[in-house]
């Protein structure tokens, strides 16, 4: 298994290679961490600031810029909560929905047709070990 980090290294690479082509062909400009931020938020609506940066791994400041950028955008908007006035909440716009929605129909095809080479149970055993792995690194 000492090989084990090397290919996740280059599967990230590759995805974040995928993930830029797609973003590139849609018209947007969009980079990779902005949709991450997008993609977060359309599941998570009502995310506040600091939890979808903690999520995303990311500096609170930076972080803010990305948001600011995509609210400008058209794509987002932050919202005070009612209960909480020092708490921000993220939530998509309909452009935003759609854009999300486009690009994890584009993104997900694009790797589909890396796998169409495979037999279904060599597809459904990749898909579940990446499910299991991810799921056994967010156990701390």
């Known amino acids: 298994m000492a090989g084990l980090h090397i290919l996740i290294e280059k599967l ?59 609210e400008k955008s058209g794509l987002m908007k932050r919202q005070t909560n009612k209960s909480d006035k020092r708490i921000v909440q993220l939530y998509l716009t309909a452009n935003g929905t759609d854009t999300v929605d486009r690009m994890t129909v584009n993104i997900n095809d694009r790797l589909i047709e890396k796998l169409s080479d495979l037999n279904d149970f060599e597809e459904e055993t990749i898909v579940r070990s990446i499910a299991h792995l991810s799921k056994k690194m967010r156990v701390t």
């Open 12 to 70: 990230l690479q590759d995805y974040q290679k995928l993930l830029k082509e797609e973003l590139k062909k849609s018209g947007r400009e969009l980079t990779p961490v902005q949709y991450k931020i997008l993609y977060e938020v359309f599941f998570h609506e009502g995310l506040s600031i600091k939890e979808c940066a903690a999520r995303l791994a990311t500096d609170l400041t930076t972080f803010s810029r990305q948001v600011q950028s995509l």
